[in-house]
């Protein structure tokens, strides 16, 4: 069965204090990693997907890369408003679009 | 160009009710799936459809139900409604096996 374990469940940072989020993955064939951004009471917001181990994807203050068992997302000089759950979600090759989802990880940046 | 929207917002109703979820896709999105959002957890995927039928189920019971229009847009109906069937519910559309957007989501809260 297809899973994902994301850690911390829950980050403090002050603001401009770098760090990393993680998501492990257990996958019968990946089609493609998804990272998502959520506020509280609102959908997710597509960030990226990665599709294949060594790819990297940019956008503004955040970064994520993906190996064969996990993906990192790089969050560099944090501001407040970067402040949200980040869901890592996997979609198999076999079969159709599901995405299975791990349960996030909370991050508050503090000014 | 106008995203995934969802309708009502915010619905309450009391146990044993039958419940209707309204989504609209994205303009060129073909796909719709549903996914289930309980408080502090990931969305769980519900159901996905495509060419007015369901291609792909999760482990929901039968209470839930959908359907998909001619014009792509899509309903989410739960009957005999539990109280633990008070969550966050998202629809997501995509063009094909494409990226899944998100939208705003509905939150059902049984009484």
Same mark, same amino acid.
């Given at each position: 069965?297809?899973?994902?374990?994301?850690?911390?469940?829950?980050?403090?940072?002050?603001?401009?204090?770098?760090?990393?989020?993680?998501?492990?993955?257990?996958?019968?064939?990946?089609?493609?990693?998804?990272?998502?951004?959520?506020? /509280?009471?609102?959908? /997710?917001?597509?960030?990226?997907?990665?599709?294949? %181990?060594?790819?990297?994807?940019?956008?503004?203050?955040?970064? %994520?890369?993906?190996?064969?068992?996990?993906?990192?997302?790089?969050?560099?000089? /944090?501001?407040?408003?970067?402040?949200?759950?980040?869901?890592?979600?996997?979609? %198999?090759?076999?079969?159709?679009?599901?995405?299975?989802?791990?349960?996030?990880?909370?991050?508050?940046?503090?000014? | 160009?106008?995203?995934?929207?969802?309708?009502?917002?915010?619905?309450?109703?009391?146990?044993?009710?039958?419940?209707?979820?309204?989504?609209?896709?994205?303009?060129?999105?073909?796909?719709?799936?549903?996914?289930?959002?309980?408080?502090?957890?990931?969305?769980? =995927?519900? =159901?996905?459809?495509?060419?007015?039928?369901?291609?792909?189920?999760?482990?929901?019971?039968?209470?839930?139900?959908?359907?998909? =229009?001619?014009?792509?847009?899509?309903?989410?109906?739960?009957?005999?409604?539990?109280?633990?069937?008070?969550?966050?519910?998202?629809?997501?559309?995509?063009?094909?096996?494409?990226?899944?957007? =998100?939208?705003?989501?509905?939150?059902?809260?049984?009484?």
């Amino acid at each position: 069965e297809d899973q994902v374990t994301q850690s911390p469940e829950a980050l403090r940072l002050q603001e401009g204090e770098s760090s990393s989020l993680n998501c492990s993955y257990t996958v019968s064939g990946l089609r493609g990693l998804f990272w998502y951004r959520q506020d /509280p009471g609102k959908g /997710p917001e597509f960030l990226f997907t990665l599709y294949s %181990a060594g790819e990297e994807k940019e956008k503004e203050r955040l970064k %994520a890369t993906l190996t064969k068992k996990e993906s990192f997302l790089h969050i560099t000089a /944090p501001k407040p408003e970067d402040s949200a759950t980040y869901l890592c979600a996997v979609q %198999a090759k076999t079969g159709f679009q599901k995405l299975v989802f791990g349960t996030g990880t909370r991050l508050l940046v503090s000014p | 160009d106008a995203g995934v929207t969802q309708s009502p917002t915010h619905l309450i109703k009391t146990r044993g009710q039958q419940v209707t979820l309204r989504c609209s896709p994205k303009s060129g999105h073909d796909t719709v799936s549903w996914y289930q959002q309980a408080l502090g957890q990931g969305p769980q =995927f519900i =159901f996905q459809y495509y060419e007015e039928e369901e291609r792909q189920r999760g482990n929901f019971p039968d209470r839930f139900s959908g359907h998909q =229009f001619p014009n792509y847009s899509s309903e989410l109906n739960v009957n005999a409604l539990l109280l633990g069937d008070s969550a966050l519910y998202l629809c997501a559309s995509s063009l094909g096996t494409d990226t899944q957007y =998100f939208g705003p989501g509905t939150r059902l809260t049984v009484l």
